[in-house]
DNA sequence: ATGCGGACCTGTTAGC
DNA sequence: TGCTAACAGGTCCGCA
């Protein structure tokens, strides 16, 4: 389900419920998510403060006064703002009770979310520490993409979609910054010459700004931290537009399967 | 080091 | 209407 904009839109629609906000207990109804949710969140977690909400990538930490939330959403999952007393509906599988009464409760039919818990610097835990750089920072360019495309036979959208080259970009916003930069997702990433990839780093930040304004991409269920579905689906140019007319020269979108996952694009625009 | 396939799960939909 | 197969927004791991 999410990705970096619905990451996004997640963090600002929670964050105003949590910061500031004692934590007095943890409820743990189904701890089988893609890593058990360790034992030592529900010990150590309540009687914390949380501090802040950030992201990195597409993971959501809750910084507290004693150690870091880290949590993902995986495909399936969200979060949300609930009233502690509300009786858990089916794949609520985790809440972080706070003292005034309401829950951040994680919803997540796929289990291929997590929930761990670090005292340390979160940036040194395993799996954030190998992220490649935020997009939407200084640290992401052209550069960047254009020096892990050299090694690459495979396609440029599975560079954009490798986590420890750029943090955060999954599939839908993959296969819109391709469209966008005019280049055809199984070109082979070292093939690819520079100020292609100075459009493509362009078009990543573009497509990545847009969504987060308009409060994420809704497929089927995505709601943000408020309860509102993300309005980016209007604006998809080719994601799940297979034989629908391409916007920019009417050639039908075609689709194909590059390693599992779908990829859409328009034969004509992209090469 | 890269690249591929499999793994982890459930729910929805397309097709027979 | 019912069964089955394919597919879905992620990403880690093990093996070539």
């Given at each position: 389900m999410p990705e970096l904009p619905e990451v996004?839109?997640?963090?600002?629609?929670?964050?105003?419920?949590?910061?500031?906000?004692?934590?007095?207990?943890?409820i743990v109804r189904d701890g089988r998510l893609r890593w058990p949710v360790p034992e030592h969140l529900s010990a150590q977690l309540p009687g914390c403060t949380?501090?802040?909400?950030?992201?990195?990538?597409?993971?959501?930490?809750?910084?507290?006064?004693?150690?870091?939330?880290?949590?993902?959403?995986?495909?399936s999952g969200s979060l949300s703002i609930t009233p502690a007393v509300q009786p858990p509906r089916r794949h609520q599988h985790v809440d972080i009770v706070l003292a005034e009464g309401h829950c951040l409760r994680l919803t997540d039919p796929r289990r291929f979310g997590c929930v761990l818990w670090t005292q340390d610097d979160p940036g040194r835990q395993p799996l954030l520490a190998r992220l490649g750089p935020e997009p939407l920072t200084q640290e992401f360019s052209a550069e960047v993409l254009y020096r892990a495309g050299q090694r690459r036979h495979a396609g440029i959208k599975s560079l954009l979609l490798d986590s420890h080259v750029v943090a955060g970009v999954g599939n839908i916003y993959a296969n819109e910054a391709l469209f966008m930069a005019g280049i055809y997702p199984v070109?082979?990433?070292?093939?690819?010459?520079?100020?292609?990839?100075?459009?493509?780093?362009?078009?990543?930040?573009?497509?990545?700004?847009?969504a987060i304004r308009a409060g994420g991409t809704t497929l089927r269920d995505f709601v943000g931290g408020d309860g509102r579905p993300g309005y980016f689906k209007q604006s998809l140019l080719v994601y799940a537009r297979t034989g629908a007319p391409c916007l920019a020269c009417g050639a039908a979108i075609r689709q194909l399967r590059q390693g599992q996952r779908s990829s859409f694009y328009c034969a004509r625009c992209q090469r």
């Open positions: 996004e839109t997640t963090r600002r629609g929670i964050a105003p419920h949590l910061v500031g906000q004692r934590v007095i207990q943890v949380i501090k802040d909400v950030t992201r990195r990538g597409k993971y959501l930490l809750l910084h507290t006064t004693m150690g870091t939330a880290i949590m993902h959403l995986g495909m070109r082979a990433a070292r093939r690819i010459a520079f100020p292609r990839y100075q459009r493509l780093a362009e078009a990543v930040v573009s497509v990545l700004n847009a």
